[in-house]
């Protein structure tokens, strides 16, 4: 049996995206040229006034209900709230509306049995105005409801307004989508494109010195002593200081990551390891990471003394100590080191965390996320295989995730996006995702959303002020080999905004800051450093 060939390679694409740019100011801004068109119909629900009232006990719950050909679209009801404000925005692909007409009915959710219908308007769509970026958004207006039979009614009013427009409308984010009409609930929020910034991680750099006056449980035996620090969920521990006595040293760096804002606090204990494997504590610190010096150049950090409180109870009470041990330590947020949370070699920012070391901006990186084709089916949905998917697109600290466009294979997007550009030796990642949260939130496995793999992209590779438009194959390696997970169409453009920084960045400035190479971290500790990077990222 002959076996299908499989195409892996990468395809240049020729989509029909415009060549229009628009600048504002000294920055450069995305003008939705890397992407093609896509048109919408935009209804905005706004409020109504004046219902006539069904009820028998005279309270309405009314929502608005949008048709048009097979798609319904409701806003929220108001379970019995005074005023009647929605302010919802509806976007309807203008490629797949099959009808000629458009009708938005207002019902009352209180009216199970019978008919629940307070009124409706009737729009043709071949009304509607065309309302086109940069103009803003049509001015809603108050239309008068009519009956089943189309005969305006005495009371009540719906405002409302409708236009045609593209992606590139201020509205389109915030907005329902056609594309997930099978959605809702709070489910109807993860289809929505967003972007996001990481928090700024700093390194915590506790170095121990030593301690003085240490009162152990027992004078007839050599104390085992090492010191234990705790930020949030991650614990550290030094070594058993060699020193067998009440004066044990250590001078041992202690690295966890921490992120602004610093709400944390450092616990740092003394502990003795008695011979019966069991810990007793030695006394104990508490050090507020706002509290802590923030250290930008590459100095060391004043070492200071600790003192250790311990609690001790006589007869069930707590009694009062008049003797402190004392810990000697340098502790620091140091801010001239990176905060990896990505591997070395894929890295999209090399950028110190503090902010006023940070290097001149030497352009504006752009992409199109256009569409992806041949996707694999990814779950089944009433017994019929499907995928629901977004794109996740990561540069620096900044994500974007657009729309979730579900049960398609042949998924379109058409979003735009644009980032800051401090280095060339930085990689683009964007990855496929298939959203397992939409129905419920009935998330199988580890309720994390499966990859179909992602593209990386070094920006070092590619000209200024070029447009690359290409098709790349979404491979996973299997144990039999390659799989062809699909294919994502980009386009993807880097703009110089400064060529004398460009300059510099390829002539005089390493790759990492000045603090990696004066008091460089070793492999082990980037790695440990990296992960709890990313145990942060994944709580925020």
Request: charge should be negative; aromatic fraction near 10%.
């Amino acid at each position: 049996m002959a076996v299908e060939k499989v195409d892996f390679s990468l395809k240049e694409t020729s989509p029909n995206i415009g060549s229009d740019r628009v600048f504002g100011g000294e920055k450069l801004t995305s003008s939705f040229d890397l992407v093609e068109k896509m048109e919408f119909l935009f209804v905005r629900i706004v409020r109504a006034r004046d219902l006539p009232l069904k009820a028998v006990n005279g309270i309405i719950d009314p929502y608005v209900e949008i048709k048009i050909g097979n798609y319904n679209a409701t806003t929220k009801n108001f379970e019995k709230k005074p005023d009647f404000e929605w302010n919802q925005v509806f976007a309807f692909g203008q490629d797949r509306l099959q009808a000629t007409t458009m009708e938005i009915t207002m019902r009352d959710k209180e009216l199970i049995i019978g008919d629940n219908m307070i009124g409706k308007i009737t729009v043709a769509l071949h009304e509607v105005p065309l309302c086109l970026p940069p103009d803003s958004p049509l001015a809603s207006q108050w239309y008068k409801l009519e009956d089943k039979n189309g005969f305006t009614l005495r009371k009540g009013e719906l405002m409302l307004a409708m236009w045609y427009s593209t992606q590139a409308d201020r509205v389109f984010t915030d907005a329902w989508h056609s594309d997930s009409a099978i959605v809702s609930g709070e489910s109807l929020l993860n289809t929505r494109s967003k972007a996001y910034l990481l928090p700024r991680l700093w390194y915590l750099r506790v170095n121990v010195i030593q301690a003085r006056d240490l009162v152990p449980g027992s004078k007839d035996r050599n104390p085992q002593v090492y010191v234990k620090a705790v930020v949030g969920d991650v614990i550290l521990r030094t070594r058993v200081s060699p020193d067998k006595n009440v004066n044990p040293q250590w001078n041992e760096d202690l690295m966890f990551v921490v992120a602004k804002p610093f709400f944390d606090s450092l616990i740092v204990t003394v502990e003795d390891r008695l011979e019966n494997n069991t810990i007793r504590c030695l006394g104990k610190c508490v050090i507020r990471l706002s509290n802590v010096e923030q250290r930008l150049l590459p100095l060391p950090a004043d070492p200071l003394w600790y003192t250790l409180e311990d609690i001790v109870f006589e007869d069930g009470m707590e009694k009062e100590v008049n003797f402190f041990s004392k810990l000697n330590m340098c502790v620091s947020l140091d801010g001239g080191y990176h905060g990896f949370d990505e591997s070395v070699h894929n890295g999209s920012d090399y950028r110190p965390t503090a902010k006023m070391l940070w290097t001149a901006m030497i352009g504006v990186l752009e992409l199109g996320i256009i569409n992806a084709s041949g996707l694999q089916p990814i779950k089944l949905r009433d017994g019929c295989e499907t995928t629901d998917a977004y794109c996740l697109a990561k540069y620096g600290p900044k994500w974007v995730k657009t729309r979730t466009v579900v049960d398609s294979f042949d998924p379109k997007w058409n979003e735009q996006y644009s980032w800051d550009v401090y280095d060339l030796y930085t990689m683009l990642t964007i990855g496929v995702f298939d959203d397992c949260h939409l129905h419920g939130g009935d998330a199988v496995g580890d309720g994390k959303d499966p990859s179909l793999e992602k593209v990386r992209i070094q920006l070092s590779s590619l000209a200024t002020n070029k447009i690359y438009t290409y098709s790349y194959p979404l491979l996973v390696l299997q144990p039999n080999g390659a799989k062809k997970m699909g294919e994502l169409q980009l386009a993807i453009r880097f703009t110089c905004s400064s060529y004398l920084s460009l300059f510099l960045v390829y002539t005089m400035n390493p790759l990492l800051p000045e603090m990696h190479h004066i008091y460089p971290l070793s492999i082990y500790q980037l790695d440990i450093l990296r992960k709890q990077a990313v145990r942060i990222l994944i709580r925020v």
